[in-house]
């Protein structure tokens, strides 16, 4: 069975840093992409970042509001993701979610409020 449970979220204020956890189990995360996306109250899903399996390696891609100030890694022995976030603002303010193949997690709240 396979299972992702996001966690690190909270409440930060504007300019503040949280790094986002996402650990697999089931599945794993050395032969498969993952990606994060968030959806906001009222707003459609949408993708933040991604990592690209590629052999023992991996690219990145990033939503371009999040480019420069998020960064997306992975912990292949731990069979995890990571989202850490800097800078963040009141626009970042979601439930942020991995996936990874058609599986998807719960999700974790962020909040950017003063």
């Known amino acids: 069975q396979v299972q992702l449970a996001e966690s690190g979220g909270g409440l930060v204020q504007p300019g503040g840093s949280l790094r986002l956890s996402c650990a697999a189990s089931?599945?794993?995360?050395?032969?498969?992409?993952m990606a994060w996306y968030r959806q906001a109250p009222g707003k459609e899903r949408e993708f933040v970042a991604e990592?690209?399996?590629?052999?023992?390696?991996?690219?990145?891609n990033y939503a371009d509001s999040v480019k420069g100030r998020f960064t997306v890694s992975r912990d292949i022995a731990k069979n995890t993701m990571y989202l850490q976030m800097n800078s963040l603002n009141p626009e970042d303010t979601a439930i942020y979610l991995c996936?990874?193949?058609?599986?998807w997690g719960q999700g974790t709240q962020v909040t950017v409020s003063p």
């Open positions: 996936c990874t193949s058609v599986y």
């Open positions: 089931g599945i794993s995360f050395r032969s498969n992409g």
């Open positions: 990592f690209i399996s590629i052999g023992m390696f991996g690219s990145t």
